[in-house]
């Protein structure tokens, strides 16, 4: 970060000057012998040309003041040194979350519609963080490896939607998939936004989310978790939704809704509490959508990067051009007075 400023300051008040002697040469009928010859750059009544080197000196002098002030330039640069992690969202898109028991503003969401923005702003904020997608239903696909551009992670978000991945819940591989995409290895230094280097891996954990109970895929939930457990990995997880029955959309063939239907919502919650036990993790009910977001805080507060910064200033002094360039029009106005005709005494 640049910026500028005056190491002496108080120098600029000799701009008032100027006025006043302006006021006492038109007074007096003299000029004031600041400037050697002077006096001969300028005659009462004397034309445009006679004038100039009244106003070279007047320009010099500025430069002069502006000199004295000493103008600096000043450049930040902080060394950085940034602990962060390596995560993993495992989000569920089973057709599941279509359902609309999630409400804002008097309008009805469903729960993926909630759980976007959350999504989001959670990933804006982690920034010096590594963070990947997975998406499970059927099956579990990774949608983005660990990166750290936070634009591109965001607009992978904005690709979420029911139907990417096989209609099912298979909870077990979307953690599974998870914890082998953290298998990657996590190298210790990359460059952060400030030019700083230097971020650390504290760890690594997985946040998944999810509507409903494992009832396909070919990894357990314990199986999974208990993986996680031995890598030393933990694992949030977030029941979205409420149990019961909730309204869902219904669609014609074409694709466009035509009304809505009451269907039953079951979260596997006695699993989903163990698994974030067993791997040092917790668990969050998101039946609210403030209780989305608390959930991601809480999330956010129990894993915080933390910032360590040595700020370095350096100084260059700008007075010298300001210096010489009033020395030159000090001189083109001795100068141009010397040619028009000899200097009066």
């Given at each position: 970060?640049?910026?500028?400023?005056?190491?002496?300051?108080?120098?600029?008040?000799?701009?008032?000057?100027?006025?006043?002697?302006?006021?006492?040469?038109?007074?007096?009928?003299?000029?004031?012998?600041?400037?050697?010859?002077?006096?001969?750059?300028?005659?009462?009544?004397?034309?445009?040309?006679?004038?100039?080197?009244?106003?070279?000196?007047?320009?010099?002098?500025?430069?002069?003041?502006?000199?004295?002030?000493?103008?600096?330039?000043?450049?930040?640069?902080?060394?950085?040194?940034?602990?962060?992690?390596?995560?993993?969202?495992?989000?569920?898109?089973?057709?599941?979350?279509?359902?609309?028991?999630?409400?804002?503003?008097?309008?009805?969401?469903?729960?993926?519609?909630?759980?976007r923005p959350v999504i989001k702003a959670f990933i804006e904020e982690r920034t010096g963080d590594r963070i990947g997608i997975v998406v499970f239903a059927g099956g579990a696909y990774t949608l983005a490896p660990l990166t750290t551009d936070r634009a591109w992670l965001g607009r992978q978000v904005e690709r979420l939607h029911t139907g990417l991945v096989e209609d099912g819940t298979a909870i077990g591989d979307g953690l599974g998939?998870?914890?082998?995409?953290?298998?990657?290895?996590?190298?210790?230094?990359?460059?952060?936004?400030?030019?700083?280097?230097?971020?650390?891996?504290?760890?690594?954990?997985?946040?998944?989310?999810?509507?409903?109970?494992?009832?396909?895929?070919?990894?357990?939930?314990?199986?999974?978790?208990?993986?996680?457990?031995?890598?030393?990995i933990p694992v949030y997880t977030v029941g979205v939704g409420r149990n019961g029955v909730v309204p869902f959309p219904v669609f014609d063939r074409e694709g466009m809704r035509v009304g809505s239907r009451r269907v039953n919502s079951d979260i596997d919650e006695e699993v989903l509490r163990a698994m974030a036990d067993e791997t040092g993790g917790r668990y969050f009910r998101a039946d609210e959508t403030g209780t989305v977001e608390a959930a991601f805080g809480a999330i956010d507060k129990a894993r915080k990067i933390e910032f360590q910064a040595r700020a370095q200033w350096f100084v260059t002094e700008l007075f010298g051009w300001f210096a010489a360039a009033g020395g030159v029009f000090v001189l083109l106005g001795a100068r141009w007075r010397f040619v028009r005709g000899r200097p009066v005494a």
């Amino acid at each position: 970060m640049t910026h500028y400023t005056f190491g002496a300051p108080l120098w600029l008040f000799g701009f008032l000057l100027f006025p006043l002697v302006f006021w006492l040469r038109r007074r007096r009928g003299v000029l004031v012998g600041v400037v050697p010859f002077a006096g001969a750059w300028h005659r009462p009544g004397a034309g445009r040309g006679l004038r100039l080197p009244l106003w070279f000196a007047t320009l010099g002098a500025a430069f002069v003041v502006v000199a004295l002030a000493r103008p600096q330039r000043v450049e930040e640069r902080r060394d950085v040194n940034a602990q962060g992690y390596d995560l993993m969202l495992a989000i569920d898109l089973s057709t599941s979350m279509l359902a609309e028991d999630y409400e804002r503003g008097g309008r009805r969401l469903n729960r993926l519609q909630t759980i976007r923005p959350v999504i989001k702003a959670f990933i804006e904020e982690r920034t010096g963080d590594r963070i990947g997608i997975v998406v499970f239903a059927g099956g579990a696909y990774t949608l983005a490896p660990l990166t750290t551009d936070r634009a591109w992670l965001g607009r992978q978000v904005e690709r979420l939607h029911t139907g990417l991945v096989e209609d099912g819940t298979a909870i077990g591989d979307g953690l599974g998939v998870a914890l082998s995409r953290l298998e990657q290895p996590a190298r210790s230094v990359v460059s952060d936004a400030t030019g700083g280097a230097g971020v650390r891996r504290l760890g690594a954990f997985v946040i998944l989310l999810t509507d409903g109970s494992n009832n396909c895929g070919t990894l357990a939930p314990r199986q999974a978790s208990a993986i996680a457990k031995a890598r030393g990995i933990p694992v949030y997880t977030v029941g979205v939704g409420r149990n019961g029955v909730v309204p869902f959309p219904v669609f014609d063939r074409e694709g466009m809704r035509v009304g809505s239907r009451r269907v039953n919502s079951d979260i596997d919650e006695e699993v989903l509490r163990a698994m974030a036990d067993e791997t040092g993790g917790r668990y969050f009910r998101a039946d609210e959508t403030g209780t989305v977001e608390a959930a991601f805080g809480a999330i956010d507060k129990a894993r915080k990067i933390e910032f360590q910064a040595r700020a370095q200033w350096f100084v260059t002094e700008l007075f010298g051009w300001f210096a010489a360039a009033g020395g030159v029009f000090v001189l083109l106005g001795a100068r141009w007075r010397f040619v028009r005709g000899r200097p009066v005494a």
